[in-house]
């Protein structure tokens, strides 16, 4: 049996934790039966924001007429779009797959893995077939879990018996889809909604929630929503109740998420359609934890209900010498924020010194037309904690670039502290963006939260280009910031 100080469970951000162990002089093993990267790059973050940026494309090209630019979309090739993507992003994984094997000090094995104690690891070929745990074991000193999620399919009447879509296969279409349902109403479905509809596909969203990006601060709900809403036909409040095969298409019924659909006709009393038909079906209703069959119960690996795995605040999960990272933890699934912990991980199993992790200035995207960021509260998050706060909203029509790129629906919204007299403290609370460039202008916020005092003033006192589009920022944070006087850009008098 294979002895290795650190054996990490996935080929996605836990590698990081085996390459810097391997740099230390130790030796390390990754296992990972699929594409090196994780679903990020493969499946996930990088081929869908690719796909997003021709839809950015399309867009423009749509909106030149309003900056006098004579301009049309004649034709779109999606099978060249697909291609394109699909090949660089598993180039990527095939450098990374190489970059591991070129280690003298990692071992890579093409397999899933199986906990048949804390540190004992039996292989298996990651598809559902058998493990080898009498004869194909390997041994970990430190175990790390990085397997990442999938998909999770909804319990809709006839979902098994249709060829539905989910996130992971629905970035290399075939062809591209005259009608497209998209059920969920989260982040993926907005993004992949917003995708098809720009390349011209008739796309339906179906949403449980009354607004799409429910997890969101309401504004950009709201904002997001109606974007959507102007492309696409969008269905919130309602929750697909069984799909069926139909005379070559998929047909979805759908009814009020709160059951007072019509199952009868078409349409129920309030004009509620009930049965949407598509070429394709794309089910985007959430993701769950690949800790299943990893045999957690072996190791002594707690977790809670949902199967992600249960860590404290190291990481280090119930087990001795066996940590968690990325989506298995479930905190915040995003790519950056498994980066971030593995960082985390790496300094806590390699160093003496350890290391916490923070996720109060945490930022997140959603990348569809508007552009969202945000990080920190959101303002319902501060009524329901009953926390004092003060807040402003600013359109992007306050920065001159923001009236240059008539951003007209954008905005950028600020939550501070204040006492209960609704006096200012100062304290960034929040902030959410949305309009262009959203999820690079936030990260001026970020730093301040997270390496400045994290107050308004920090931002507000920071001089800022002009006239770059983040004075629609300083023009935010001077309006909660108690600074006596003010060079934030107002131009929201211009075409009054």
């Not at 697909?240 to 709160?258: F, L, N, Q, T």
């Amino acid at each position: 049996m294979e002895e290795f100080d650190i054996v990490v469970l996935g080929g996605g951000s836990g590698s990081q934790v085996a390459t810097a162990a391997a740099d230390d002089g130790l030796e390390a093993a990754v296992l990972e039966p699929g594409p090196l990267g994780g679903a990020c790059i493969t499946r996930g973050c990088v081929p869908s924001k690719a796909l997003l940026h021709r839809a950015d494309v399309c867009e423009e090209i749509r909106r030149a007429e309003r900056f006098g630019v004579d301009a049309e979309i004649r034709d779109l090739d999606f099978d060249a779009i697909t291609d394109a993507v699909h090949d660089t992003v598993y180039e990527k994984a095939d450098r990374q797959r190489e970059s591991l094997e070129a280690n003298e000090n990692v071992t890579l094995y093409e397999a899933a893995g199986r906990f048949v104690d804390d540190q004992t690891i039996a292989l298996g070929d990651g598809d559902g077939g058998e493990f080898h745990g009498d004869t194909d074991r390997i041994r970990g000193e430190v175990v790390v879990i990085a397997v990442g999620s999938r998909p999770v399919a909804p319990p809709i009447d006839g979902l098994e018996d249709v060829a539905y879509r989910t996130s992971d296969t629905a970035l290399y279409l075939d062809e591209q889809p005259d009608d497209l349902v998209i059920v969920g109403g989260g982040y993926i479905a907005a993004e992949l909604g917003y995708f098809f509809s720009a390349i011209g596909t008739d796309v339906s969203i179906v949403g449980r929630s009354e607004t799409l990006v429910k997890r969101e601060d309401d504004a950009v709900s709201d904002a997001v929503t109606e974007s959507l809403a102007e492309r696409c036909d969008v269905y919130t409040g309602f929750e697909a109740s069984s799909v069926a095969e139909r005379d070559g298409s998929i047909a979805v019924e759908i009814e009020r998420s709160d059951g007072n659909g019509n199952e009868d006709g078409d349409e129920d009393e309030n004009n509620d359609p009930s049965t949407l038909g598509a070429d394709e079906l794309l089910v985007a209703t959430g993701r769950t934890p690949n800790t299943d069959d990893l045999g957690l119960e072996n190791a002594g690996v707690e977790t809670d209900e949902a199967g992600h795995v249960d860590v404290d605040e190291f990481l280090k999960t119930s087990a001795e010498n066996v940590w968690a990272l990325g989506d298995v933890i479930g905190d915040q699934p995003f790519k950056h924020v498994a980066d971030y912990e593995a960082r985390c991980v790496t300094v806590n199993v390699l160093e003496e010194t350890q290391q916490t992790v923070d996720y109060e200035a945490m930022p997140h995207a959603i990348f569809t037309s508007p552009q969202v960021a945000s990080v920190g509260r959101t303002e319902s998050e501060l009524v329901e904690a009953d926390i004092h706060y003060d807040a402003a909203t600013v359109g992007y029509d306050a920065a001159p670039m923001g009236l240059i790129l008539d951003a007209k629906d954008a905005f950028v919204k600020v939550l501070a502290a204040s006492d209960e007299d609704g006096d200012r403290e100062g304290e960034i609370l929040g902030c959410h963006i949305v309009g262009p460039q959203a999820s690079t202008m936030i990260h001026e916020v970020v730093l301040a939260m997270q390496r400045c005092s994290g107050t308004v003033d920090d931002v507000a006192d920071t001089v800022h280009v002009h006239p770059a589009l983040n004075e629609a920022v300083l023009a935010a944070f001077d309006e909660v910031s108690d600074r006596p006087y003010s060079t934030a850009p107002d131009w929201r008098d211009v075409g009054e």
